[in-house]
């Protein structure tokens, strides 16, 4: 059953909501309402949510959304900053039990645990809240992008949107593009366009080291035109600088040093990273990447 009837009676809900609070969305906390039920109720679909799912939604705002998850999953949690909305939200949803409502910064609260996360995002927090969710443990996540963000999940290899977060995405979950949102689904209308992401998360994946190759892609990614041997050798200069001794010669002869990193595959940074650990060794290896060794 669709959660909003129409997108009448949504619209209705954002400006009576706005009309009450007394407020002007603020465009620094992202606050772009929904007001197309076919958006909504289509996520809800592609959530495909079960009695027993345990849901966060990051940005609450005033409902949209929340709305159609409280009489759907066993529990759902609500991440919102914005301490006017949350008043607003406590109160719109106070008939669920099952609703807990988190007043804050949802890149800096510690998530619960969950298993699905629907949300609106925020846009200025796509990054950082990516790359938190990726550290947890979730089966499904339904989440709302500005459109050139997402593209990069889907960016090749040697393209301009591979990027850190292309590798990281593709090493932890399966992804899929399911739609792209025109400005107009939005009050007050962005000037971007949007992009609804499917992202399961992977059960397995081809590094055994997690923490490693994640320091390690962080490493290379910060000066991603340069080739690899260029940051090493850079990076082991400063080292020696300080102390450290590296056999410099014997990375050489590793595969992949002539390559500029943007190029890299994931299997190849994978592969790379393996080999490098084995030639350094752990102690000096855990020096390279860490960020606090300048
Ligand atoms: N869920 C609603 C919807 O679907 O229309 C609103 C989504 S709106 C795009 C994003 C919401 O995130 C806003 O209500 C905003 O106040 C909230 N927000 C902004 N920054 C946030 C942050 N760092 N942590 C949690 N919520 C945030």
Same mark, same amino acid.
Not at 262 to 267: C, H, I, K, V
């Given at each position: 059953?669709?959660?909003?009837?129409?997108?009448?009676?949504?619209?209705?809900?954002?400006?009576?909501?706005?009309?009450?609070?007394?407020?002007?969305?603020?465009?620094?906390?992202?606050?772009?309402?929904?007001?197309?039920?076919?958006?909504?109720?289509?996520?809800?679909?592609?959530?495909?949510?079960?009695?027993?799912?345990?849901?966060?939604?990051?940005?609450?705002?005033?409902?949209?959304?929340?709305?159609? &998850? +409280?009489?759907?999953? /066993? $529990?759902?949690?609500? *991440?919102?900053? @914005?301490?006017?909305?949350?008043?607003?939200?406590?109160? !719109?949803?106070?008939?669920?039990?099952?609703?807990?409502?988190?007043?804050?910064?949802?890149?800096?609260?510690?998530?619960?645990?969950?298993?699905?996360?629907?949300?609106?995002?925020?846009?200025?927090?796509?990054?950082?809240?990516?790359?938190?969710?990726?550290?947890?443990?979730?089966?499904?996540?339904?989440?709302?992008?500005?459109?050139?963000?997402?593209?990069?999940?889907?960016?090749?290899?040697?393209?301009?949107?591979?990027?850190?977060?292309?590798?990281?995405?593709?090493?932890?979950?399966?992804?899929?593009?399911?739609?792209?949102?025109?400005?107009?689904?939005?009050?007050?209308?962005?000037?971007?366009?949007?992009? &609804? +992401?499917?992202?399961? /998360? $992977?059960?397995?994946? *081809?590094?055994? @080291?997690?923490?490693?190759?994640?320091?390690?892609?962080? !490493?290379?990614?910060?000066?991603?035109?340069?080739?690899?041997?260029?940051?090493?050798?850079?990076?082991?200069?400063?080292?020696?600088?300080?102390?450290?001794?590296?056999?410099?010669?014997?990375?050489?002869?590793?595969?992949?040093?002539?390559?500029?990193?943007?190029?890299?595959?994931?299997?190849?940074?994978?592969?790379?990273?393996?080999?490098?650990?084995?030639?350094?060794?752990?102690?000096?290896?855990?020096?390279?990447?860490?960020?606090?060794?300048?």
């Amino acid at each position: 059953m669709d959660c909003w009837t129409s997108s009448f009676e949504l619209r209705k809900h954002v400006f009576d909501s706005l009309k009450e609070l007394n407020i002007t969305p603020s465009s620094q906390r992202g606050q772009n309402f929904l007001i197309d039920s076919n958006i909504i109720n289509y996520q809800i679909k592609q959530a495909d949510i079960q009695s027993n799912d345990i849901i966060l939604e990051i940005g609450g705002g005033i409902g949209n959304l929340s709305n159609c &998850l +409280v009489n759907r999953g /066993k $529990k759902v949690y609500i *991440i919102e900053q @914005d301490k006017r909305l949350v008043k607003f939200l406590t109160n !719109f949803l106070q008939s669920y039990s099952n609703v807990e409502i988190i007043q804050g910064d949802a890149v800096k609260v510690d998530l619960p645990e969950f298993n699905k996360c629907i949300s609106n995002l925020p846009y200025q927090i796509s990054s950082p809240i990516t790359f938190k969710l990726l550290e947890h443990s979730f089966d499904l996540a339904i989440l709302m992008y500005q459109r050139e963000f997402a593209d990069r999940f889907f960016a090749k290899p040697g393209t301009k949107d591979y990027s850190r977060i292309s590798v990281m995405i593709n090493l932890k979950a399966d992804c899929r593009n399911l739609k792209t949102v025109k400005p107009s689904s939005f009050y007050p209308q962005p000037k971007i366009f949007s992009s &609804l +992401v499917s992202i399961t /998360k $992977k059960e397995e994946m *081809i590094v055994e @080291d997690n923490d490693s190759f994640t320091s390690f892609v962080r !490493f290379l990614f910060t000066n991603k035109k340069k080739t690899v041997r260029t940051i090493l050798i850079n990076k082991i200069k400063r080292m020696e600088k300080q102390g450290s001794t590296i056999e410099r010669k014997t990375l050489d002869s590793l595969q992949f040093m002539g390559r500029r990193v943007f190029t890299m595959s994931l299997e190849e940074l994978a592969e790379f990273h393996n080999q490098i650990k084995e030639r350094i060794g752990e102690e000096l290896w855990s020096d390279i990447i860490s960020p606090n060794m300048k």
